[in-house]
């Protein structure tokens, strides 16, 4: 059986790394009482909470902490008729905190998260793993089979090019959970027991060409590289789908990643899941989702960015026109789903000046 790190309080406060270039993202309808178990890691740095659900409530955050809050009213005063794209009573207007922020990196986690432990016991200092990852290279273009050749303890395996060992920036680092797995409604249903207690030490570059399930829950990215392209698509209240925030998320990015020669990371760190959600809740959300994917994945896999696309926002523009034209056969929602695409990156743009579509990604092809 796996706990959570309960003695966090003594767990050793090194120097912060990167305590003035990135934010902290929490999308919550609660009291932050789960910060305090984070104290140690995130006391240091600047937290943006968007708080879901009835503006009037008042969330409560632990003394000491640095932050900035946003509600539903905050949102429609800061976009105007531009908050349409940001989504009502779900998880996904965590993007919005993207959005607002002014640091080149972001790291999001959900309330539900607690310090998980590594084998010996240690409490893990999950933002610092995120960091170490999003601060060295990835390898998308040619696999290393001892997985990240970057980390202490690994190299290069022989026959590897010496052309591509330079690597890749990262753009994403994607982490883990243990307890409670991030499954689908239906996987939920069969397996309500089942509980995540392996804990696997790797980090791993996720090839290009190759889609994969993003969870939003562990999540920290490179904001000034990808930040554009990680918009949690429409959903939640007045939508037909929830819990594809993260997955519309993450396919998205992982094109633009590929198209512009950036790399994405996966594994380590692990965080402690506390909390499932209702399986019957969740496969009402899902199950439109359940059978729209197997038409949305492949659209993905078959994406091709032109080669005027030198930006994210260029990229993210030219894949909207591809969702309108090709899923808008699927269901009038993704119209919709498009145009909100395009209304997100006009927003970003304005609350962004800086980091409008003129500028080009720094990756390589």
Not at 52 to 60: A, E
Not at 140 to 169: H, I, K, M, Q
Not at 299 to 306: H, N
Not at 328 to 345: E, N, S
Request: aromatic residues 12%.
């Amino acid at each position: 059986m796996v706990e959570p790190a309960t003695d966090t309080i003594a767990a050793t406060r090194l120097v912060p790394l990167l305590k003035d270039e990135l934010d902290i993202v929490i999308p919550t309808i609660r009291n932050l009482d789960f910060l305090e178990m984070w104290r140690p890691f995130f006391e240091p740095y600047h937290l943006i909470i968007v708080q879901d659900g009835d503006p009037s409530k008042v969330i409560k955050v632990p003394e000491g902490f640095d932050y900035e809050l946003y509600n539903r009213n905050d949102i429609n005063r800061i976009l105007g008729p531009k908050a349409s794209c940001i989504s009502f009573k779900d998880s996904a207007c965590r993007c919005f905190g993207y959005m607002v922020s002014k640091k080149k990196y972001i790291f999001t986690i959900d309330d539900d998260c607690f310090v998980a432990k590594d084998p010996s016991g240690k409490a893990i200092n999950a933002l610092e793993q995120h960091i170490k990852n999003i601060l060295s290279p990835s390898t998308p273009f040619f696999f290393n089979t001892l997985y990240d050749p970057y980390r202490d303890g690994a190299d290069f395996v022989r026959g590897y090019p010496f052309s591509l060992r330079e690597g890749a920036p990262t753009a994403v680092s994607h982490g883990l959970w243990l307890n409670i797995p991030d499954y689908d409604a239906p996987t939920q249903l069969v397996k309500p027991l089942e509980r995540n207690t392996r804990y696997v030490d790797a980090v791993l570059t996720i090839p290009k060409g190759t889609l994969f399930p993003m969870c939003g829950m562990n999540l920290c990215f490179d904001r000034d590289l990808i930040g554009p392209a990680m918009y949690f698509g429409l959903m939640g209240d007045g939508q037909p789908i929830g819990r594809y925030d993260d997955m519309w998320a993450g396919w998205c990015t992982k094109v633009i990643c590929d198209h512009l020669g950036l790399g994405v990371k996966t594994g380590l760190p692990y965080i402690y899941h506390s909390k499932a959600s209702n399986p019957f809740v969740n496969l009402k959300k899902e199950y439109k989702g359940i059978f729209w994917q197997e038409e949305i994945i492949p659209f993905f896999q078959a994406a091709t960015l032109s080669k005027d696309c030198t930006s994210v926002q260029k990229c993210y523009i030219e894949l909207s026109k591809q969702v309108k034209e090709k899923l808008g056969k699927v269901d009038p929602y993704f119209d919709k789903l498009a145009d909100a695409m395009v209304t997100w990156i006009e927003a970003w743009d304005e609350l962004n000046p800086s980091g409008a579509s003129a500028k080009d990604s720094n990756g390589k092809a």
